[in-house]
Structures are given as structure tokens and as C-alpha cells.
């Protein structure tokens, strides 16, 4: 009788599977295969001293990926057919999801492109097949967002032309911007750029505290995907430390390179992040944790702990984050302030907190909040009883690296603006901070030819220089904009929390 | 000094097991509940061990398993078929 075959270890079957699957090539250099990956300076020795500490297999990895999908659609099913969206904790909480929709969920295709790309470019086959696993799941976040909002997209404004905005709304040049940033570098610049200062450093504040902030807003679909997701980004994250550990062991030239590329990627996800903030701070009724706090445990504890760990490297915390925790006060003020003022040429709406909201914000931001946003909210407040709901006349200027609008302030003096000046071949080019200045100033070939929309829109090469024509361009209409009190979804919420109230149930119209 | 490693699983019946052994093997562990999340942090270093995790459902379990739950984590990754660690090096 034969003998029942033992069964392969973890660490032999990931030998096994991933190790002598290519080949050195013969009918064409391996530098004509693999064109990208040197010209950056980055020195490997040996390619085979990769390793995924997950030893995740091809084979385990469809097995547990169909198993995540299967779970995620039995859920979104439930979703559509309970008509989840009454659950909410109010309507105002949906313009969160919006700005996912309208500003994450693109990031997520753009990343499957870009690791489609690392999945190519590499000669490392470990490493290849890493990058091929994420592109796949980056896909995967992509189409799982699409349809869980889908859903939504049946009630509410700001979610049906988020394929066109994407590429044509002022303020979705943020996201944007950055990942192209991104893929138009190089293989390793890109890698370290969204799998390490990305994923590792800074995701965890979007899909932690921000998701679990949807659970306890009642909505079902973004917790079930973002937490679906984020099962892959422990992944990713785990390749994005990987491959700093990789390329700091493989030659002491790569250290100085990379450092240079954490304090960039640092400073631009950390901007992006700004965004995330906001959401938490003003776009979620019912609170987890602010800003504040998430920066806190996410960065000064967890992000402290890893540069710490990195350290051994000779690598030390990417520049300026001590500006970035100088701001944890203000950053997301500062944020809301600027969209509240410009709701009306997004797909988004805007408002002043409830005073409770008021309350707990300077709970959790003391003396600043109350001297400097909560009077500007109570004066915005008035002027909206009054009818003279403020909106600015005109579109901002943005910062040329990270293109949100200039509208940060000194790092020691939350009272000044903060508009620094770079002139670069007889032009002048606005930054937002010290960061992006020197961003900036490190490669200004590549951010003066940044798109920059509202000088664009300006320019009439937005289907005309008047916002009205601009708003036509977009195909965004007057009523998806502006003001959330008076807003087509705020009266749908309305009909809904009256039909609630009514004894004799009546299905919601649709 | 931060020198806090974590671990954070959906807050789910399949992660229950999980986050009763984490918390027998690693005295230092402290648990944050938030809503749908379990986040656990610990000084240094975290283990899951299969084998307690096995006690607690009493039947076999796969480490690779814990994919289907994990949310976020921070720490070096060592992985083999009895332990699931994370740790720092300094
Ligand atoms: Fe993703
Ligand atoms: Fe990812
Ligand atoms: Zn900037």
C-alpha cells in the first residue's frame, strides 16, 4: 500500500512555488527584458534573497481571495435587497462616501495599472509575482467599490459621473495628481511610493478609523468592502516594508535614494491624507476617534515604532512629519473650512456642524478650535440664517505639488498662511508648505508641467471660463452642489426619517 | 519610546478564537474595541500560536486562516505552519 505522501510546510511549498519559475534570458538581455529597473541607481545583488513573509502561493491565494469575494457579495446582496441605505446614521454622512467614490475608488484602478506595470518591470521573480497579487486585488477594490455604491447611486447625488470627474474636477486633481505622480516614476520609486509611504505609513487611517466609523454610521457596504479590502492591504503593506528592507540590504548606495523618496512620499500621502481626516472630523455624525487622536495612535505611536525599527538601517523618520504633527490641531479646520466654501462647484455638499458636533470638536481641539474655526463656523451659520449662505466668488489657488489650495497655514503660527514661492524657467509656481517645497525644488522639470485646474478652467479649456460653463463640463448640475440643508438629499432624508416615524409601515419610494 | 507592534481583525465570530489566544500568549496584549474592529497592541512583540488557537475552536486551523479576518498590522512578519509573529528589532 502506498504510503499516504506527507504533506509540504509552509516555508517548502512557498520554495517550491515561487522560487526557479523564470529563467535568465538568452534571446534578449535580461537588461533589454527588464529596461526600468536600474536607470533609478538601485543596486541589486540578488534577487533571490526576496521572500514574502506571508509565503502566500498562488494557489493559497485564490483560495482565500474567493473566499473574501464570496463573503462580500452575500453581504452587498443584503444591502441592496434590506434597503440598507435608511440605516444610515444621516444623510449628510453620504457625502463621505462620495468623496470615496468620487476620490479613492479611481486610486484603486490607478494601483492596479501601476502594479500591473511592477509585475512586468521587475526581474526579481518574488517580487514580480508580489506586485501581480496586488494589481489583481487592486482590481478587485476597484470593481467591489463600483458596486457597493451602486447602490447608493440609486438615491443619492455626487456618485453617477465619478469615471469623468475623476479627470475633470478641480479638486479630484488631489488624488489624482498623486498617483500619477507616482506611476510616472520609477519601478522602485513606485513601489516605495504607494506599497511602503502609502500603504504602511498612512493607509491605516483611512481604512481603521475611517471604516470603523462607517460600522457605527450604519453603513453596511463601506465597512464590509473597506474591511474586505484592507485584508489585502495587510498585504501590501507587508510588501511595501519588505522591499525597504530588501534594497536597504542589498547595497549601502540604495540608502540615500530611498530616504529621499520616503521624505517625498511621506509629505505628498500625508497632504492626501488631510482629505481622510476631514471626513472623520466633519463627515461622520456619530464619532470613533478625530483627526487628532488617529494621528496620534496611527503615526506618533505605531509610524514612530517602525522608523524606530528602521532605524538599524540608518534610515531615519521622513522629513517635516514633525510639521505634520505640529498641524494635527488644524489640518482638518483648515480643510472644512475650504470646502464649505467651495461645496458649490464639487459633487459634494457642505454645512456647519450641529452645536453638539461643535462641542465635541473643541472637546478634542481645545483652545485653538474655539479662538480660531468655531467663531468662523457661527459667523458662516448667521449668514446662512440670514440667506446669504457664503461660497466664494472664484475658484482657488492650489498648490503646484499636492494641489490642494493654498490654504495652510506657518507651522508655528496657526494665523498665517502659509504660500511659498519657487520660480522655476521665468515662472512662478505656488506651494503649500515647507514639504512640498522642496518636493518641488528636487524635481521642477517633472511639477512644472504639472495640470493645474483652475488655471486650466481659467484658461476656458474647461468647456469656458465661467464656473457655470465649468459645472456644464462636468455634467454636475446646480442641485447636486453647494449647501446640504435645503439639498435634494437632505429632503429625500427627510421624507424617509417622516415615513420612519409612521406607524403603519410604508415601503420608501425609490 | 513608541515600540508598540498591532494587530487588527474584523470584529467577527471567526476572529473571536484569534483574539482569545492572542490575549492568553501575550501577557503584554491590549485590546481596543471599536465599531466592526478589534485592534491589539503589544510591546515588541506579538504571537499567534496555532495550537491555542485550535483549543479554543477545538478542531484544526489553518494560520494562513486568519487572511479571512485580518484588517491591519504593523511589525516584521515571521510565519511558519505553528506561530504567526510580528516584531520589532530594536
Ligand atoms: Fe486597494
Ligand atoms: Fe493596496
Ligand atoms: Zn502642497
Known sequence: MAEKPKRLNLNQKYQLMTRGLDWETTYQSMDEVFPYDRYEGIKIKDWDKWQDPFRLTMDAYWKYQAEKERKLYAILDSVAQNNSQLNISDGRYMNAVKIWMQGVTPLEYAAFRGFAMLGRGFRGAGARVACQFQSIDEMRHYQTQVHAFSHYNKYFNGFNQYSRIRDRAWYLSIPKSYFEDAVSAGPFELITAISFSFEYVLTNLLFMPFVSGAAYNGDMATTTFGFSAQSDESRHMTLGLEIIKFMLEQHEDNLPIVQEWLDKWFWRGYRLLGLVGTMMDYMLPKKVMSWRQAWEIYWEDNGMALFNDLARYGLRPPKHHEAATKEKYRITHEFWSTIYQFSHATALYTWIPTTEELDWLSAEYGELFDTVYRPRYEYWQELHEKGERFFQKRLPVVCNVCQIPIFHTMPDDPLMNCCLVSEYKGTKHQMCSQGCLDIFNREPEKYCQAYIPPQQIYQGNCGGASLEDYRKWLHIKDEETGEYYGSEDHVMWEQWQAQAAKPTGVAPAS | ?90
Open chain 2, 1 to 90: 519610546m513608541a515600540e508598540n507592534v498591532f494587530i487588527a481583525l474584523q470584529n467577527n465570530p471567526d476572529a473571536q478564537p484569534i483574539i482569545e489566544a492572542i490575549v492568553d500568549d501575550n501577557p503584554g496584549a491590549v485590546v481596543n474595541d471599536s465599531p466592526g474592529m478589534v485592534k491589539i497592541d503589544c510591546p515588541k512583540r506579538l504571537v499567534i500560536k496555532r495550537v491555542t488557537v485550535e483549543e479554543k475552536i477545538g478542531g484544526e486551523f489553518n494560520l494562513q486562516d486568519i487572511h479571512l479576518t485580518l484588517i491591519s498590522l504593523s511589525g516584521n512578519i515571521e510565519e511558519d505552519d505553528d506561530e504567526f509573529v510580528l516584531h520589532w528589532n530594536f
